[in-house]
Antibody, heavy 121, light 109 residues
């Protein structure tokens, strides 16, 4: 079964760092991009960016560039989303998702279960 | 930047009703338009790709049409399990970017 499994919920204080993960299984991990999508409480979906595990080629939504870092560890079949200094406005659910094809902009047909991030003092 | 609008923002219909959601782009996006369903507390699910291609396993009561700037998503006979928010999503290669519409919340009366 093709699946993406994300790390568990996190609670942090403003200014702290955080790295959440997304592990793929059941397919050739290096051959498919992994996207990250933010959903703030009660709001819609926002595409943050995408990374290609084979060579770590990364494309960011300009709205998120400089605010987060995408990375990947091929040996662990895991993609990461990290913040160096969290803000309260980073509180959201974060989804990783895989395009249906080996095309960075193909429809996202496999989704992780989501990771809730709460940033509060 | 390509902007997406969806209408209505919410609707309530009876079981068996035909439900239509529209998605409009502010420039020609050919058929680069996908539709997702998100049930409360769940991850989104891809229903339709490239404007009209129904994903494997998705019930045939769901359909999509359109090209260019105007797109339509239809549920031919609304079922209780269709309660969800539906999002259109476009993609652009230059620069590479994905944009979701604001969503349409569908409830059953």
């Amino acid at each position: 079964e093709v699946q993406l499994v994300q790390s568990g919920a996190e609670v942090r204080k403003p200014g702290e760092s955080l790295k959440i993960s997304c592990q793929g299984s059941g397919y050739s991990f290096s051959s498919y991009w992994i996207a990250w999508v933010r959903q703030m409480p009660g709001k819609g979906l926002e595409w943050m960016g995408i990374i290609y595990p084979s060579d770590s080629d990364t494309r960011y939504n300009p709205s998120f560039e400089g605010q987060v870092t995408l990375s990947v560890d091929k040996s662990l079949r895991t993609a990461y989303l990290q913040w160096s200094s969290l803000k309260a406005s980073d509180s959201a659910i974060y989804y990783c998702a895989r395009p249906a094809l080996s095309d960075l902009l193909a429809a996202l047909d496999i989704w992780g279960q989501g990771t809730s991030v709460t940033v509060s003092s | 930047d390509i902007q997406m609008t969806q209408s209505p923002s919410s609707l309530s219909a009876s079981v068996g009703d035909r439900v239509t959601i529209t998605c409009q782009a502010n420039q020609d996006i050919r058929n680069y338009l996908n539709w997702y369903q998100q049930k409360p507390g769940k991850a989104p699910k891809l229903l339709i790709s490239e404007a009209s291609n129904l994903e494997t396993g998705v019930p045939s009561r769901f359909s999509g049409s359109g090209s260019g700037t105007d797109f339509t998503f239809t549920i031919s006979s609304l079922q209780p399990e269709d309660v969800a928010t539906y999002y259109c999503q476009q993609f652009d290669y230059v620069p590479p970017r994905i944009t979701f519409g604001p969503g349409t919340k569908v409830d059953v009366k």
